[in-house]
């Protein structure tokens, strides 16, 4: 039986009508896809439909995003808020609940960490600002957050390099009055810490990178003043007044460094100047100081304008004040200075019996060892004649014994009785600046 064989179906391409492979689509004449119209229209609409589903669901994606962000801003909003208001314990929850939101932002891990630091959750606070600092080991806020931490924590050796770290990191901005700022932390952590030395020489490094800022070398002087350096502290003031003499601060500071270094004169000068400006009112701090530095100038033995007798004068004063003021701290300290003599015992007053070595003898009671003050007394006793301002005119030489005499009874009494007066505190202070003279 004959078979028949099948037609042979020429497939030629929609486009442009030449042959094709069978079992192919897309056409190797023309290089288009070998489909009529409406398949063609179908497969373009599907295309459109998944760019258009990738678009749709990009911009869900970036929705939600912006919206998670703007929830972690507005928590982190709160937070800062909290801060401000003195409430951290709230504002560590605000944190938290910012850092759900937005876990990779390091400016959120860094307030939390602050917040816990201000709450006295040091070791929670110390996981995170370790963890940032592995990040970015060179960030100065955070170099300086753990400086303030270690301190707290009282790891004195730790601190420091931290805070060093922050004054050598790098700062978003302004990093010159950044670092000045930590240095001047660093000045404060070290003057608590007793160590006054590296305190004064973090001050000289912060005035030699702003040596005409006049903001800078005021705090400066005022440090100086309180780590004993009134010598610094002058010149600080110094630059301070060259670029405006009737600055009351400067003026004022720069009093006191002089009252400090001896110079009564100068620091007259300008105490009194800087009252002028102000107006200072009886009893104000500036007042008292302006006068012991002139009741200081008044009864200074050592001016180098005084001639002998002047000398001699103020030479007996100041001994006559020194005896004053040792009977009248003698009295607060119930101190006896000129005992009276002691009357002899009466003959039936009974012996107190012991037993020594198989005798009996009897008991003297030992002698009260004497005072300080009492000692003082005694020999300022025996130096009054030769204290007369007639006898220290007559004999100069005995002058400079005379007053250390007077020093040693101002540092006697200086520990343990307050001055009584204004007189009483300048010699008190003219014994303090002779005796620094000295050592």
């Known amino acids: ?10 497939v030629r391409c929609e486009r442009c009508g030449r042959p094709m492979p069978e079992g192919t689509y897309w056409c190797p004449s023309c290089g288009k896809l070998n489909a009529t119209p409406r398949v063609r229209l179908v497969f373009i609409v599907f295309v459109i439909m998944i760019i258009a589903g990738f678009g749709a669901i990009k911009v869900y994606v970036s929705y939600l995003r912006e919206l998670e962000s703007s929830l972690a801003q507005r928590w982190y909003a709160r937070g800062e808020e909290s801060i401000a208001k003195g409430y951290p314990s709230v504002a560590i929850d605000d944190y938290r609940n910012a850092l759900g939101y937005d876990g990779s932002n390091r400016e959120y891990r860094l307030k939390l960490a602050e917040a816990l630091m201000t709450e006295g959750r040091l070791a929670e606070a110390r996981a995170y600002l370790l963890t940032l600092w592995s990040l970015d080991p060179a960030g100065g806020e955070l170099n300086l957050d753990l400086a303030r931490l270690y301190a707290a924590q009282n790891k004195p050796a730790v601190a420091v390099r931290y805070y060093r770290a922050a004054i050598d990191g790098v700062w978003d901005r302004d990093p010159l009055q950044h670092r000045i700022d930590a240095r001047f932390e660093l000045v404060q952590y070290l003057m608590q810490s007793g160590d006054k030395a590296r305190a004064t020489a973090e001050l000289i490094a912060i005035q030699a990178e702003s040596p005409t800022d006049p903001a800078i070398n005021s705090r400066i002087g005022d440090l100086l003043l309180k780590l004993g350096e009134p010598s610094r502290a002058a010149r600080s003031f110094a630059v301070v ?8 601060e400067a003026l004022s500071g720069a009093g006191q460094a002089a009252l ?3 110079d009564y004169r100068q620091a007259v000068h300008l105490l009194s100047t800087a009252n002028e400006y102000t107006g200072s009112k009886p009893g104000s701090p ?3 100081q302006l006068a012991i530095a002139r009741q200081a100038y008044d009864i200074d033995p050592y001016l180098r304008s005084l001639t002998i007798t002047q000398r001699a004068n103020r030479v007996a004063a100041a001994f006559d004040l020194a ?10 300290q119930s101190v006896i200075l000129s005992p009276e003599p002691s009357t002899p015992a009466p003959k039936s007053s009974p012996v107190l019996p012991t037993k020594q070595n198989g005798y009996v003898t009897g008991i003297v009671p ?4 004497p005072n300080s003050l009492q000692l003082l007394y005694d020999s300022g006793t025996q130096r009054q004649p030769s204290a ?12 400079a014994p005379t007053m250390d005499f007077v020093f040693e009874v101002m540092r006697a009494t200086d520990d343990v009785c307050p001055p009584t007066d204004i007189q009483e505190r300048a010699l008190r202070l003219i014994a303090r600046h002779e005796g620094e003279d000295q050592r």
Do not use: W
Request: aromatic share 0%; with cysteine.
């Open 323 to 332: 005896m004053r003021s040792l009977r009248v701290c003698a009295s607060q």
């Open 388 to 399: 007369k301002a007639e006898a220290l005119r007559s004999n100069p030489d005995s002058m």
């Open 366 to 369: 030992p002698a009260a060892a």
């Open 241 to 248: 007044l060259k670029g405006n003499p009737k600055n009351v």
């Open 286 to 288: 500036e007042a008292d």
């Open 260 to 262: 400090a270094m001896g």
């Open 1 to 10: 039986m004959p078979v028949e064989a099948p037609d042979i179906v020429d």
